[in-house]
């Protein structure tokens, strides 16, 4: 029988993402150079779901584009402003649902945010 999380949702968390930070160093010249960090140090398994029309139409009521929802382990640290890296591409996270406050899963809403050369993984 297929596992179900507590929303009761399938649990089909088969990806591999990192958690990203973004960090500001200065170069030999002096200028800032933004550049991105695992924040974990270690994979997190997700279900990647791009989002639906519907979904995407009422994100645009509320001033953001959001693309995409990864479902992962409820984990301690992640915050809105940080960055998932999934196959290539770069998210910004940007509203978490902690699913009713149960320590289970959490539902990252994010949109498409940056060029994957800045990332360092």
Request: hydrophobic letters at 35%.
């Amino acid at each position: 029988m297929p596992r179900t999380n507590q929303s009761g949702l399938m649990n089909s968390k088969d990806k591999k993402i990192r958690i990203l930070q973004k960090k500001t160093e200065k170069d030999k010249e002096g200028f800032a150079r933004e550049y991105y960090l695992d924040a974990f140090h270690m994979p997190l398994w997700a279900h990647f779901r791009s989002i639906s029309g519907r979904e995407f139409f009422a994100s645009q009521t509320a001033n953001y584009e959001e693309t995409a929802v990864f479902t992962v382990n409820w984990r301690k640290g992640i915050k809105p402003g940080m960055y998932v890296y999934f196959k290539g591409e770069v998210y910004r996270i940007i509203y978490i649902d902690r699913l009713e406050g149960y320590k289970a899963d959490i539902k990252l809403r994010c949109e498409t945010a940056v060029k994957t050369e800045d990332v360092r993984v």
